[in-house]
């Protein structure tokens, strides 16, 4: 079984910052998520206009709720929030488009893939400092949402490299980390040890 990682990055660095790290860690990584809701919409097109000229594989960037960003840049792929545009609109819209979200139980986990969704995340599954506060969502309900829908799916929320091995026991396909590499102190060998532990499961 394969286990894909993917980094969201997490609103806290300013631009330049940023792009140094991601161009670091996208080797590391199998998607890259760029969250920056509090960036406006230029701000996103020329960081990652200047990603993809640095040599980040176009398919590997998911922006989160800028499809206009993502068809600017002429990427194949965006993720769409839970309070985002509505998914199946999309799918009917832009149908050479791949689009994620996020989902929190069984239920919408259905409906995602039912619209066209080309993965989902799940969470948050372990608490979170992005969380503050929140109870994780049950992980009790990943093995019916796995039986009942055949699109990738994804853990997201306090991910760290002890609790990828429970992800693959619940038969995810990956696990989406935030906190875990752009708040770490040096995030390219964060993301470095986490894909080294993903390649270890892979193994057994």
Request: charged share 25%; net charge positive; aromatic share 6%.
């Amino acid at each position: 079984m394969i286990i894909k990682l993917m980094a969201v990055t997490d609103g806290a660095h300013d631009t330049a910052d940023l792009l140094r790290i991601l161009l670091k860690v996208h080797p590391y990584v199998d998607y890259v998520q760029i969250r920056e809701k509090n960036k406006p919409a230029g701000v996103i097109y020329q960081l990652c206009r200047e990603l993809v000229k640095e040599g980040v594989p176009g398919r590997k960037l998911w922006i989160n709720d800028r499809v206009d960003v993502t068809l600017l840049l002429g990427l194949q792929q965006a993720h769409i929030p839970g309070r985002g545009l509505p998914l199946i609109e999309l799918q009917k819209q832009y149908p050479d488009l791949q689009f994620g979200t996020p989902v929190h139980s069984l239920e919408e986990a259905v409906q995602a893939e039912a619209a066209g969704a080309a993965y989902s995340l799940y969470g948050h599954c372990f608490p979170t400092a992005s969380k503050k506060g929140k109870a994780p969502q049950p992980l009790s309900n990943l093995a019916e949402i796995r039986r009942r829908i055949s699109i990738p799916l994804f853990g997201i929320g306090g991910i760290t490299i002890d609790r990828l091995a429970k992800l693959k026991a619940l038969e995810l396909d990956g696990a989406a980390v935030m906190s875990g590499i752009f708040s770490a102190k040096e995030p390219v060998e964060a993301a470095k040890k986490l894909k080294e532990e993903c390649l270890r499961l892979e193994a057994i």
